[in-house]
């Protein structure tokens, strides 16, 4: 599934189209162009996921968004389903994978038309009938797992297990659901510790401003990397402010293929780059001083130095007491001698 030969990386695009069509296309033409593996959005009918008095979390409330309560403010991001079919189309012809992620069941039946993998949100981790629904479609599952401890994420973990999701067809997502979340609390050793404990994928859904900690998961293991972006970090909505813009996202893209590339196999052993450099770097056991044939062998006599194209100096303690086989000048090559 993922991981297996390069990492699968997302660009969420999430709520960042403001409501508009056009502007989520552009985003797709901006995740195209960066070379992304897919991008996602977020599918809802708000009248199904939250009550008209719930407020908005803290960070809702800092950014530029006029609205009063959450409700308001959702209800102004909703696209209806026939938006996302044609964003669908649009991300196909473009040669992008449409993802979106699904708040409520009526619109993940809806989105289970559309794509063939789900993402299933931080909200949703302790939604365990939600969670029973979404393994019955069979399909494999990232579970973003903010606001969460290795107990529950072992629990969801168990539930769409019950509901027939083998773990190889799931991928933990290590995640923080402050935007931006602050790098003292990305904690990102937990990708590590979600792997080892609960013998799973893990990739990391980014909430921090920047690139680097998408970078750094990475290198520790996440085989998936999820990446809020924007047009414009400016722009009033919920999470444009810790999102990136197309130019970070291109960067970041080529970061982690570097990183890839990087990492290789874990195999010790001198690289093909690296190989033609050995005669020149390495050493050979050479004579220090002129040596006339018969003279034994010693540190006063002999010594190592550049190229390496001689003897090794790894032969040097059973060089050493050997008499020589024919006279040497100074750097001269010490030969093999018959008893070596």
Known sequence: ???????????????????????????????AKAGVDAIKFQTWKTENVIT??????AYQNEQADSAADQFTMLKRLELPYSDFAYLKEYCDV?????????????????????QDLFKIGSA?????????????????????????????IRDALRVLGEGGLTKDRIVI???????PTPFSDANLRAIQTISVELGVKTGYSDHTQG????????????CVIEKHFTLDRQMEGPDHKASIEPAGLKQMVKAIRNIE???????KRPSPSELKNIPFVRKS?????????????????????RPGTGLSPIQWERVIGQAADRDYERDDFINFVESL
């Not at 473009?94 to 559309?114: H, I, K, Q, R, V």
């Not at 690139?211 to 996440?222: K, Q, Y």
């Not at 590339?261 to 195999?267: E, Q």
């Open 1 to 31: 599934m993922f991981g297996e030969n390069a990492v699968y990386i997302i660009a969420e695009a999430g709520v960042n189209h403001n409501g508009s069509v056009p502007t989520a296309k552009q985003l797709i033409d901006e995740a």
């Open 52 to 57: 008209r008095s719930a407020p908005k979390a």
């Open 211 to 222: 690139i680097e900690a998408a970078i750094a998961a990475v290198a520790l293991g996440a």
């Open 173 to 179: 997502l290590h995640a923080n659901t402050e935007y």
């Open 261 to 267: 590339m990087a990492l290789g196999t874990g195999v």
């Open 285 to 305: 056991i050479v004579a220090k001083r002129p040596i006339r044939k018969g003279d034994v062998f010693s540190e006063e006599n002999i010594t190592v130095k």
């Open 124 to 152: 949703e981790l302790t939604d365990w009938p939600f969670l029973r629904k979404i393994a019955a479609f069979g399909k494999p599952v990232l579970l973003s797992t903010g606001m969460a401890d290795l107990a529950e």
């Open 94 to 114: 473009c040669g992008m994978t449409f993802l979106s992620t699904a708040d409520e069941y009526e619109s993940a039946a809806f989105l289970n038309t559309l």
